[in-house]
């Protein structure tokens, strides 16, 4: 919706991230210290919650909605915006402030009226750099990632999505047609705009009260009473004015926002947000992984356990068992945990490269083909994520295979966008890989798509091209 400037972005990380960012700041200083990072996280779980919320107002959109993300932005602002492209990108803050899935899904769908409406937008001429963390494998990675800051950077979106970010910002006609947009979309997805409206009106007093520029959100283009009134006289027409969410919805959403303030605040705060004597899914869950987060695993594990023996089939809590277990130094036995996550959730490649970094971690030359397979298949889901292609590289590496190590880091810095370190693993890669196979083709392939200079143009065409 609106602008963020890079310059609020930076310092902001090491406090939000606690004890992850405290780890990334130890470990891998040279990108992470990168200025402007905007922290963009990435969790198997929300990231499903967010796609199912926002797939039909896709759809009503027009738009091609497999191809529709939403992207995590850990800030405790309220903000979602668009930069550009099919991201949707929504802070973490702006989530845990929705009180239902459908005042959620009214910002989607607003968000979505500005990339449907193709609005030309202000450049607001930022270029933030992005860092990517994993939730739910953000230690253990990163630990991992010690010698390797480029990996630990462990940007998981391709550079696609950061070479075109520009903070955009709208004119006051752009957000009343995105308003009205969002209303039209939601109709024909037979939900209420109902949560859009009352989402602004809960910060209508807000902003007359000084307290607007911490939410950025409203900040650019202020909320008029005007706005708000005209959505409201729109959303009223619909015949789906008075549906709610679904009991699963709004279960889900739960879960969403429980998880998040547990990675994101204090888990001193978690306990006092998630009291004891509360025991739904959401508060064991959130007490759960402030456990783990404060460092004590046996009552994390006990929690886990629990919560296990009551919904056995869930991937993401046997997926925070691998975790905890993980990144207390026991990989053998996180293995069973991750494999049954990936076993419920076959598809969802983050948990399998939690399985595949376990494997590794084994240090287990027998494990090492398992997690190669595993790499692969999460790989073959989500081809530019440079995490993957760094862990696989690992992997190959372990076994002495170095031409496949080095088109493995190749990838990785394709992805990344670094096309020099790109280009120099490919030509390393193809003098260890057998001539004309398919992996010395795609080598070959990243030199010529990676900027090659005419010196190694040459030096390619010497070798009889
Ligand atoms: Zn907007």
Redesign the pocket.
Known sequence: ??ALTAAKAPSRRSRRFGLMAAACAAAAAPTLARAQDIPIIRDAEIEEILQKDGYPIWEAAGLDAKHVHVILVGDKDINAFTAGGLAIYVNTGLIEATKNPNQLIGVIA??TG?IAGGHIARDMGSKPALATYLLTMGLGLLAAAAGSPEAAGGLLFSADYFATLTYYG?SRT??AS?DQAAATFLEKSHMSARGLVDFFDNFRYEEVFANARKNRFFYD?PLSSDRIDALNVRAQKSPYYNVVDSPEALAEHAVMVAKLKAFMNAPQQTFVDYKETDTSFPARYARAIAYYRNLETDKALKLTDALLADYPNDPYVWELKGQILFEAGRPKEAEPAHERSVELKPNAPLLRFNLGQTLISEEDPKKLDEAIDDLRKGLDLEHDNSLGWWLLAQAWGEKGDSGRAALATAEQNFWLGQLKDARAFAMQARNHLPRDSADWRRATDIVLTSQPTPGELQNMARQGE
């Open positions: 919706m609106t607003h968000e500005h709208y752009q957000e995105a283009h």
